[in-house]
């Protein structure tokens, strides 16, 4: 069973050992808690209907690797001292955690942007294996984001397969994230 283990906004506060290390990062509001809690059948993740909650680099585990869930990128109403804070948070545990084999970047189904490009430009050149989650795709029919597929992985700037449509507040297609950190996992140790 996941679990929580900890906040911390600094080097020091991690958890350092050799655990496999997968990092969830998206912007503001794009449903990064509530995939956690699906990803865990369990409401171990807070979330929120506010922007910007997570401020912390929140740490959770699920057994065969710990997850790392980044603050929020993107959100304009946060001052700008914290704004820089959250972007230290983010940087220091994408360049200095040694253990992080996996990204999964959360984009919303129904509104890419150019932060996101960004995002998508950075985790393709610092991490080998990076995967798109594009949630809340129960706006419309999966039918519609089949057919938005090609459109968004040609502004990702990513092939198809690094793309996944999900719902984490419908369930659909929670296990294929499962699958796919799994099998990312056994093919690195």
């Not at 990064?32 to 909650?53: M, V, Y």
């Not at 790392?68 to 001052?79: C, E, H, M, R, S």
């Not at 990702?156 to 294929?176: C, G, R, T, Y």
Request: with cysteine; aromatic share 8%.
């Amino acid at each position: 069973m996941a679990e929580f283990i900890k906040s911390a906004s600094k080097p020091s506060d991690w958890i350092n050992d050799g655990q496999v290390e997968v990092v969830l990062i998206g912007r503001s509001n794009v449903g990064k808690s509530s995939i956690i809690n699906a990803l865990a059948n369990s409401k171990i993740a807070i979330t929120s209907k506010t922007p910007g909650r997570t401020q912390l680099a929140n740490f959770y585990d699920f057994k065969s690797f710990r997850l790392v869930d980044l603050p929020g990128y993107g959100y304009a109403k946060v001052q700008k001292d914290a704004q820089n804070q959250l972007i230290k948070i983010i940087d220091e545990v994408l360049m200095i955690r040694s253990n992080v084999y996996m990204t999964l970047h959360i984009v919303d189904a129904n509104v890419i942007t150019a932060e996101d490009l960004m995002m998508a430009e950075y985790l393709k050149k610092r991490f080998v294996h990076h995967y798109f989650i594009a949630n809340k795709a129960d706006k419309s029919s999966m039918k519609y984001y089949l057919s938005q597929k090609q459109k968004i992985c040609k502004y990702l700037q990513i092939k198809n397969d690094e793309l996944m449509f999900v719902s984490a507040k419908k369930q659909i297609n929670i296990n294929q994230i499962k699958n796919l950190i799994n099998a990312t996992i056994k093919s690195v140790k």
